[in-house]
């Protein structure tokens, strides 16, 4: 079993930038394909990013593409997302989740089998 903790949300202004990080107790992170998952007020809950075990493979959301970056460092047991150009419909509280299957990538919160507790990210001006 794997304790995720996300950090780094925060209160940014439009075209801003925020990094979050998804940091795990436990079992070894490298054991774990991790993503990045959102839900905004009165929304449902929407995948952002997801990487492999190694992170040599990610994907993204359509609306998120190009403008955030995950990436991962095994040695400090910790997966980050950097978002760049934010815009105020990314406003959200902000998940990570560990996927057992380390070669996995999926779109689903179903594939996820551990989860944190979230971080909110505002960005208004």
């Known amino acids: 079993q794997v304790q995720l903790v996300e950090s780094g949300g925060g209160l940014v202004q439009p075209g801003g930038s925020l990094r979050l990080s998804c940091t795990a107790s436990g079992r070894s992170f490298s054991n774990y394909a991790v993503g990045w998952f959102r839900q905004a007020p009165g929304k449902e809950q929407e995948f952002v990013a997801s990487i492999t075990w190694s992170g040599s493979n990610t994907i993204y959301a359509d609306s998120v593409e190009g403008r955030f970056t995950i990436s991962r460092d095994n040695t400090k047991n910790t997966v980050y997302l950097q978002m760049t150009s934010l815009k105020p419909e990314d406003t959200a509280v902000y998940y990570c989740?560990?996927?057992?299957?380390?070669?996995?990538?999926?779109?689903?919160?179903?594939?996820?089998?551990?989860w944190g507790q979230g971080t909110q990210v505002t960005v208004s001006s």
């Open positions: 989740a560990a996927n057992r299957r380390p070669y996995e990538l999926s779109y689903s919160a179903a594939k996820y089998d551990y």
